[in-house]
Each structure stands twice: as structure tokens, then as C-alpha cells.
């Protein structure tokens, strides 16, 4: 009744499917009698390829497909932010398999995103799908979605680090005292990280850290992670990171490499796919090891990206008209680019590529029923996830 109400004060009498909706209630008890069949989460599939068949169970009902068509097509944004993060760990894998490292790749992008979404279900659902091939995150509600949902006890992880508040409530002056501060704080642990870049990074580094606090630094367990937050990213990366080695020194690994001694750097500002490329270039020709630098990524990670980014649509592809079955497909002549995919679908690998051909030709398909007729049917594991899409 309030549907109706709603649908006929925003379009007028006569548009609401009634009779479509009283059988959902009186036939299926409220559940919609859909077939949902999908690629299993964390499944690397290339584009243009089928990824979700949608079907109604209930011949009389034909249309309900369509109704959900807008709530599925959200699956857009975690892909895509998957994917992004996935692209970027195949980048930093590459620079640490030269210079450095492997073991430390779980850790190297860090998720700084929370802040700069549009939603709390945003931070959430972006959130966890960085997670999917990172470990490293600050948006603390990604890691409750991925308790609430999939049962992972704690999905990411992070270390105490100082912000620009906590630091500039010292006043310039006090700079010295306000990174002293964080050394007797939270040297004791691991890893604690201090932003530097308040006022000049490069006085931090030489003369602050790299001079007034170098014994201090040294003496405490942790490792100190110096972040700058400001300037052309791969400059400033390059040049802190001399400064630091000029200071306390490194050692060289067994890729001939240099790797700081009791420090490192995080960058988290003006990070993408392609600065990160040039951040690790920049550092590989002057003899740095990429285990001397993370990263740390906010709206270019969760917040940069759209439903076009990878070009997701939700179409109509097959109907049943008289008893015969009939392709159903767009081909507008003005875009090419917008032609989609005709017929009863599904996704075959062929000689090791995932391939979308007709459910008709022999093939076994990956897709498998996800949710029938109210009824969730698989219940994967986070660590199932991170497997498939492991690199």
C-alpha cells in the first residue's frame, strides 16, 4: 500500500505493477523468486566478460528482474575498488621482487580513505574491498562490515601514528618536543608513524629527527615511519629518504640494495596507481629498496572511481516470448562501445582465459548460483576471498 502510494504520488495513477507484487506476497510469502548466479567473490575476471545472471523462478512474474536491476549494479563500486588496489599490489610486488622484500607486500598500502567517501556504507563496503588484497587500513568500519558479514575477526591492521592536530597543537616552536613526544609514547612498540611535513619536512628530517632526536630514535625498539603530506609525492619521497639515509644510516641487501636503518617512510598524499610507479622508479635508480617506503591512499582509493571506470551495465540478454526463447540485446549505431552481450549467458575458461559465451555451448560454468528465491546459498570466508584474488 505505501508503495503505491509513493509510486502513484511520483508518476500518477495506473503505473504501479500492483498485481506483480500481491503475487510475491500471496505466492512466495514475500520472498522475490529470482535466480542471482555469480562469479565466486575475489574471482579476477577481465572486462566485458559476465560476471551476474539474474532470472525469475516464477514465469508469471517476468519483470521482476528488471526491479532489482538498480540495487544489483551497486556491486560496481567494490569491484572496482578491488580491482584498483589489485592493480597497485601487482606494481609494489614487482619493485620489492627487484629490491626488496616480498613479505612486507600485505603492509604497503595503506587505506586512508574513511574521510573522504560519501557514506558510512561506502567507508564500509570500499573499505573491505581493499581489504581483499591489503591488510593495512584506518577505516575502522571496513573492518566491522567484514566481521558482520563474513566473519573475519579482524580483517586489517594499523599502528599508532600521529596527525597534523597532534602535532601542531605543540605550536611550531614546541615541533621538537611534539615528535619527542611520540617517541615516549609509542617507541616502545613496533612501528609508530609521525607526520613531518606541519611546516618543512625537510628541516624535520635534518635537523629534528635526523639530529636533536637521532640517539633517541635509535635507542627506542619501534621503528619510526615518517610521513610527509605534502609537495609532488616522488620528489619529496626521494629526497626525504637520502636525508633519513644520511642520518641513520643503512644497510645494503642482498639484491644490492639500501634499506634504512631505524626509520621508514609512509606517503600519503597524492597517491595513485601511476605516482606509486614513479615513487618506486625514483628510488630504484638511486639504489633504494621499495622496503623503505608504504603508501597511504584516501578518495583516489574509494572515492575516485565510477560506474564507467570498467564500464558495468546491467542488461536484458534473454525472454521467454510464446513459449520460445528469444535474445534480447542493445546495438546502437552512434556507440559500438554500448553493444551488449545477447542471449542465455555464461563464463567458461578457455585454455586458461575466462571467456563469456552461450549457456548453450559445452563449457563448464563458473558461475554459480548465489541466492535463489529469498535464500542466500554460499557463505564464503574472507580468507576464501583474499586467496582467489591473491596475485
Not at 584498483?84 to 620489492?96: H, M, Q
Not at 605543540?170 to 615516549?184: Q, S
Request: net charge negative; aromatic share 8%; hydrophobic share 40%.
Amino acid at each position: 500500500d505505501y508503495a503505491e502510494s509513493r509510486i502513484t504520488k511520483h508518476l500518477g495513477p495506473g503505473v504501479f505493477n500492483r498485481k506483480l507484487w500481491e503475487r510475491v506476497v500471496t505466492v512466495h510469502d514475500g520472498y522475490l523468486p529470482i535466480r542471482i548466479k555469480a562469479v565466486p567473490e575475489g574471482t579476477v575476471v577481465p572486462t566485458r566478460n559476465v560476471l551476474m545472471t539474474i532470472e525469475n523462478t516464477d514465469p508469471e512474474l517476468p519483470s521482476l528482474t528488471n526491479y532489482v536491476e538498480t540495487l544489483l549494479l551497486k556491486a560496481w563500486y567494490p569491484i572496482t575498488v578491488a580491482t584498483l588496489s589489485r592493480e597497485i599490489k601487482k606494481v609494489i610486488k614487482r619493485y620489492l621482487e627487484e629490491t626488496g622484500d616480498v613479505s612486507g607486500l600485505p603492509f604497503k598500502l595503506h587505506d586512508f580513505g574513511y574521510r573522504g567517501v560519501s557514506s558510512e556504507e561506502s567507508a564500509a563496503i570500499g573499505g573491505m574491498a581493499h581489504l581483499t588484497n591489503f591488510k593495512g587500513t584506518d577505516t575502522m568500519i571496513a573492518l566491522e562490515a567484514a566481521l558482520m558479514y563474513y566473519g573475519e575477526d579482524m580483517a586489517g591492521f594499523s599502528i599508532p601514528a600521529a596527525e597534523h592536530s597532534t602535532i601542531t597543537a605543540w605550536g611550531e616552536e614546541f615541533e621538537y618536543e611534539a615528535y619527542e613526544n611520540m617517541i615516549t609514547q609509542f617507541g616502545q612498540g613496533a612501528l609508530y608513524a609521525v607526520v613531518s611535513d606541519s611546516y618543512n619536512i625537510y628541516n624535520a628530517c635534518e635537523n629534528i629527527w635526523g639530529t636533536m632526536l637521532v640517539d633517541k630514535v635509535k635507542n627506542a625498539p619501534g621503528i619510526l615511519v615518517v610521513r610527509p603530506d605534502s609537495g609532488v609525492p616522488h620528489e619529496v619521497v626521494r629526497q626525504i629518504t637520502e636525508i633519513l639515509g644520511n642520518k641513520f644510516g643503512y644497510t645494503v641487501n642482498d639484491k644490492g640494495y639500501k634499506v634504512l636503518n631505524h626509520v621508514r617512510v609512509i606517503q600519503g598524499d597524492g597517491i595513485t596507481l601511476e605516482e606509486i610507479g614513479r615513487i618506486l622508479e625514483a628510488l630504484k635508480i638511486r639504489g633504494w629498496s621499495a622496503d623503505n617506503v608504504a603508501f597511504g591512499m584516501g578518495g583516489a582509493l574509494l572515492q575516485q572511481c565510477n560506474r564507467d571506470t570498467q564500464k558495468f551495465a546491467i542488461k536484458a540478454s534473454s525472454m521467454v516470448r510464446n513459449g520460445k526463447i528469444r535474445d534480447v540485446y542493445k546495438s546502437p549505431v552512434t556507440d559500438n562501445g554500448k553493444r551488449s552481450k545477447r542471449g542465455r549467458l555464461k563464463l567458461v575458461r578457455r585454455d586458461g582465459v575466462l571467456e563469456t559465451i552461450s549457456a548453450s555451448e559445452p563449457g563448464e560454468d563458473i558461475l554459480r548460483t548465489v541466492w535463489e528465491n529469498g535464500k542466500l546459498l554460499v557463505d564464503p570466508s574472507f580468507d576464501e576471498i583474499r586467496q582467489r584474488a591473491e596475485i
